[in-house]
């Protein structure tokens, strides 16, 4: 599976961003897929995740009620919809994929990564 993240760029503070991410192959329906970030200096963390059976969600605190993780099967594509966005949102994200349906919101086990795109918040 490759995966390929897009949609970043330059944003001031209380603006939006969709980042999209999109795999290769047709078995995209049986892999969940997580959006994580780092920010310079710091650890990757989780961001959001999706899986594929249910299309159930899962948020990290930091970005309920301001971000969107949406997929669309039929474009093998999976979208993080980023509203209000803060200086501390400024990171590169990453899509990735782990099989199986159950959210997980480890970086252990994932079974692909996407590229990054970057995310930067003017203040």
């Known amino acids: 599976v490759q995966l390929q993240a897009s949609g970043g760029g330059l944003v001031q503070t209380g603006g939006s961003l969709r980042l999209s991410c999109a795999a290769s192959?047709?078995?995209?329906?049986?892999?969940?897929i997580n959006w994580f970030r780092q920010a310079p200096g710091k650890e990757r963390e989780f961001v959001a995740g999706?899986?594929?059976?249910?299309?159930?969600?899962d948020y990290t605190d930091s970005v309920k009620d301001r971000f969107t993780i949406s997929r669309d099967n039929a474009k093998n594509t999976v979208y993080l919809h980023m509203n209000s966005l803060k200086p501390e949102d400024t990171a590169v994200y990453y899509c990735?994929?782990?099989?199986?349906?159950?959210?997980?919101?480890?970086?252990?086990?994932?079974?692909?990564w996407g590229q990054g795109t970057q995310v930067t918040v003017s203040s």
């Open positions: 990735a994929a782990r099989k199986g349906w159950i959210l997980v919101r480890d970086i252990d086990g994932t079974d692909f």
């Open positions: 192959v047709r078995t995209f329906n049986f892999y969940m």
């Open positions: 999706i899986n594929w059976k249910d299309n159930s969600t």
